[in-house]
């Protein structure tokens, strides 16, 4: 889920958004008012920083990328629970498909995730 589904036209000037940085950071997560959209990139208050309209990611400028915004922090909330939940079923799912699970119902848990036909 770490494809935002903000488009560039969503992010307006005066816009409050919620910044988290990453874990290697010096910022704090707090929220940030937008200053500034252009083409590619808008800023926000007081932070020299640039974020992407597409992924709302902070570029790092050559190196990773400081951390990046959501619409708020309801959205990131949601998102980290979304990541826990996952990892959990990954870390759960066994080596071997049980005897009593059917190709029925692998079709299903194939729909359900939004799995492709091919692997990747």
Same mark, same amino acid.
């Given at each position: 889920?770490?494809?935002?589904?903000?488009c %560039?036209?969503?992010? *307006?000037?005066? @816009?409050?958004? !919620?910044?988290?940085?990453?874990? !290697? &950071?010096?910022? /704090?997560?707090r929220? #940030?008012?937008?200053?500034?959209?252009?083409? /590619? !990139?808008?800023?926000?208050? =007081?932070?020299?920083?640039?974020?992407?309209?597409?992924?709302?990611?902070?570029?790092?400028?050559?190196? &990773? &990328?400081?951390?990046?915004?959501?619409?708020? @922090?309801?959205?990131?909330?949601?998102?980290? +629970?979304?990541? %826990?939940? !996952?990892?959990?079923?990954? +870390?759960?799912?066994?080596?071997?498909?049980?005897d009593?699970? *059917?190709?029925?119902?692998? #079709? %299903?848990?194939? =729909?359900?995730?939004?799995? &492709?036909?091919?692997?990747?």
């Amino acid at each position: 889920m770490s494809n935002n589904s903000t488009c %560039k036209s969503a992010i *307006t000037k005066g @816009q409050t958004l !919620y910044f988290v940085p990453n874990q !290697y &950071s010096n910022y /704090v997560p707090r929220e #940030v008012v937008v200053n500034t959209v252009g083409r /590619v !990139y808008f800023t926000v208050n =007081e932070e020299q920083l640039r974020f992407r309209l597409d992924t709302m990611e902070a570029d790092g400028l050559g190196y &990773s &990328s400081p951390g990046r915004c959501y619409e708020n @922090q309801g959205v990131y909330v949601l998102e980290q +629970m979304i990541q %826990k939940e !996952y990892a959990l079923l990954r +870390m759960q799912l066994p080596s071997r498909c049980p005897d009593e699970v *059917t190709l029925a119902d692998l #079709v %299903k848990v194939r =729909e359900l995730l939004r799995l &492709s036909d091919a692997p990747k």
